[in-house]
Structure formats: C-alpha cells, structure tokens
C-alpha cells in the first residue's frame, strides 16, 4: 500500500512540473562577426592582425566607424608625424628657413628653437593661423579622401602610382609602419621636452 501512494505521489509530481511550463523565448538571430584576413596592407610581422579594440569586426555598428575610416586616418596621421618628426630633427640639427619669421615681432626663423613643444611656443598666433588654414584648405580641396580610390589616395595627377603589385604593396606597408613610427616617435619627443630635456638625445643631458 505503501508502495502504490509513494509510486502515484512521484507521477503527480512529474506531471505538476510537465504542465508548468514559463514563456518561450523569441530566437536569437547573432550577427556573425567577420575579421580582415592576414595579407592586408598594414597586417606586417611580428603582430600581424592585433586588435585589441576589435575595431574590425564587421558588421559596423555605432559608435565605431568604417575600417576604411580608420585606415584613412592612420594613413593621414602617419604622414603627419612623419613631417613632424622630420622637422624636429632638421631643426635640432641647425637647419632653418633664411629671413624672418614675423619682421614685426622681430623673429627670424633662425631664433626659432628645435624641440615640438618650443617650437609651437615660439610661433606667434598668427602664423599658426595661417599653418591652420593652410591644413584646412588641404583637408577640404586639395587633399580630401575621394571614396571611389584607395584610403590614402589624395594627391591627384601628380601622384607616383606604382603598376607592380608587389612594388605597391611593399611601398604602402613601408609608408604605414614608418608612419606608425613617427607617431610613436614623435610624442616620444613631446614627453622628453615636457619632462624638460633634450628631444631628440634626453639621456645626454
């Protein structure tokens, strides 16, 4: 008898918990996320694709951009710390521009001292109007991005375009990793100045 009330409490039990039953769940529908392959420009031994930040996954949702966005800009402030550091290391070296920088304020280009950050002190407000201006105008007419060519591709007729694949790609991954350089180089001499030694040679000091 015992037997008989124990086996029907289990199969009350069992069907109590068949028929409760919570809401079903609407389907998941995951994006699938895709990676740029090894072999694009700018993927060079020895990290290959590092992405720490997963700016590449696809699809693009906000507020990330385009990868062509952030290649573009790579491109365009690698080629701008490769001037900038360049002109640190002409002018530390004693080159300088002949004539005055400002006749009125009395400053030739010859007072104007070698490190970023002197340098940028040195420039009256008026000259880096004109520098700014000067970067405006190339960023909206002469140098703007036309979408329909490569990211990078901004110098019109006159630019060297090389017709070997491998030529081409040999030269666009030397131009992104030596922009990549000169970005770290670059604030290098910014944080050397700042802690108030020399640019270019802090340990001589």
């Not at 385009?66 to 004693?94: P, Q």
């Not at 990078?152 to 491998?166: A, L």
């Not at 180089?185 to 910014?190: L, N």
């Amino acid at each position: 008898l015992i037997e008989i009330n124990l086996g029907e409490t289990m199969l009350s039990l069992l069907t109590a918990c068949a028929a409760f039953q919570g809401p079903v769940l609407a389907p998941r529908h995951s994006s699938t996320v895709t990676m740029k392959a090894e072999g694009e420009i700018g993927v060079t031994p020895p990290l290959g694709v590092w992405d720490p930040l997963n700016l590449l996954a696809e699809p693009v949702e906000y507020p990330r951009r385009s990868y062509r966005r952030y290649v573009e800009l790579e491109i365009k402030h690698g080629r701008i710390c490769m001037l900038a550091t360049l002109g640190v290391i002409t002018t530390e070296a004693g080159i300088r521009w002949p004539g005055y920088l400002s006749k009125s304020l009395d400053i030739k280009f010859s007072d104007v001292p070698g490190g970023a950050l002197s340098s940028y002190a040195a420039v009256p407000a008026l000259g880096w109007l004109q520098i700014v201006a000067f970067v405006i105008f190339l960023e909206l007419a002469y140098g703007q991005q036309d979408p329909n060519k490569e990211p990078g591709d901004v110098g019109g007729i006159t630019w060297i375009r090389y017709d070997d694949p491998e030529v081409k790609k040999f030269k666009l991954n030397a131009e992104r990793n030596n922009g990549r350089a000169a970005m770290m180089g670059i604030t290098g001499m910014v944080v050397h100045e700042a802690l108030g030694v020399d640019a270019l040679f802090p340990i001589v000091q």
